[in-house]
């Protein structure tokens, strides 16, 4: 078969490693990291930087199509690799994931709900901003931030030129903290033809700005769920996507959906899809890379993924056959070498016949060992069995 390339070699760049060679393909991963998870399961790994000429002169050489799995990469590395070879996301749809002022602006310019905000470039923006944005407010840096990196919390107007200047005076944007009720994402597929493929909307859980578990389906009403599509299928034709995108939204007191933010590849919060659907979103995305037709999204069962953070790693490595013993839960290691707190390590995928006793098995996890979450949001948590 042909050779694939990937652009990232983190976990989401080895789970579709591991789908593209399952269907036939070889990968060529390029990642800066020696020890990177796809590193183990990739035909070749060039450790090298994203933006280095001859690996990428290599890569288009040999790779039939080229994508990534890193919102960060240069785009410079994807423009240069599509003068020779498909590449799917295009740059000029990553571009616009990439720096949150644009990815607000083009939310606005497609008349999408968004949490209130204002830019803060320059000293200069920062009375506009607190006369635009209420408080509390989060500030966020415009580029480079993930899992909650980068953020800091503005309790009221007096703060902001502190916390901005704590940060390093980065281009940021300051959004009014919402009074969330529920977030949810959307995970999709868009093919070359235009052709859309939606995943059943997910409900996910946040810790500390760092996705804990997700629930699918959705315990929202179905009138939600289709808003967040359409508004999903919006984003993904205004942007002639292809490939699998991400959307996160926000719920708020009022039951309003807002638009967040958007992933231009495989999310965390679709990992679901690799156990509770015929077609994980990473086969998916070596179908629309390779323009063959998208495979079926429907939900085979319901089903909770909590991620492992390598908070859980404390001392060693923790003990599986706790986890095991429950015969539902699907276990996934990316096979990092170093554990971090907060870290992503791997995650769980909990198939049950409903919710309530998907969130049981999760709930006796947690008390085998995780540190228990605070109550909020209304989240109905499940009894204990
Ligand atoms: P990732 O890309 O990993 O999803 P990120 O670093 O881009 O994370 P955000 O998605 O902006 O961060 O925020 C992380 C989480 O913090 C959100 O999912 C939400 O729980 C909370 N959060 C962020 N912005 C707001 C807001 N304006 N109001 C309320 N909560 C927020
Ligand atoms: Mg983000
Ligand atoms: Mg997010």
Not at 42 to 67: G, K
Not at 322 to 332: M, V, Y
Request: aromatic share 6%.
């Amino acid at each position: 078969g042909a050779t694939l390339g990937m652009l990232g070699g983190g976990q989401l760049g080895q789970m579709f490693t591991l789908a593209a060679r399952r269907m036939g393909y070889a990968v060529w991963v390029l990642d800066p990291d020696p020890d990177c998870p796809a590193a183990a399961v990739a035909d070749r790994h060039l450790c090298a930087p994203y933006e280095d000429s001859a690996s990428l002169q290599e890569m288009t050489a040999t790779c039939a199509a080229i994508s990534t799995e890193f919102e960060n990469v240069p785009l410079r590395a994807l423009e240069r690799a599509a003068r020779h070879v498909p590449v799917r996301p295009h740059a000029a749809a990553v571009a616009v994931a990439q720096d949150r002022l644009q990815e607000k602006a083009f939310f606005l310019g497609l008349e999408m709900d968004t949490a209130p905000f204002a830019a803060v470039r320059t000293a200069a923006d920062l009375p506009v901003a607190v006369a635009s944005v209420s408080f509390p407010a989060i500030l966020k840096t415009a580029r480079w931030g993930y899992d909650g990196k980068g953020q800091g919390r503005v309790a009221s107007a007096a703060d902001l030129a502190h916390v901005w200047a704590g940060m390093g005076k980065p281009e940021a944007i300051l959004e009014e903290r919402i009074a969330l009720t529920q977030e949810l994402s959307v995970v999709m597929v868009r093919a070359a033809d235009g052709m859309m493929a939606f995943y059943p909307v997910v409900e996910n859980r946040h810790h500390q700005g760092i996705l804990d578990f997700s629930v699918v389906p959705a315990r929202c009403a179905e009138s939600l769920q289709d808003q967040a599509r359409r508004s999903a299928a919006r984003i993904a034709d205004a942007l002639d996507y292809v490939g699998v995108l991400a959307i996160e939204f926000f719920v708020d007191g009022a039951g309003r959906l807002l638009v967040s933010e958007m992933a231009p590849r495989p999310h965390n919060s679709g990992h679901f899809t690799i156990d509770a659907c015929v077609h994980s979103q990473f086969d998916q995305q070596v179908r629309a890379l390779c323009g063959l037709p998208l495979g079926e999204t429907r939900l085979l069962s319901p089903v909770v993924m909590m991620n492992l953070l390598g908070d859980l790693w404390e001392n060693d490595e923790p003990d599986w056959s706790t986890l095991l013993r429950h015969p539902q839960l699907k276990l996934h290691l990316y096979g990092k070498k170093v554990a971090r707190p907060g870290r992503k390590m791997g995650h769980v995928n909990v198939l049950a016949p409903d919710i309530r006793q998907a969130m049981a098995v999760l709930d006796a996890l947690r008390g085998d060992g995780r540190r228990p979450r605070e109550a909020g949001m209304g989240f109905p948590d499940a009894e204990h069995s």
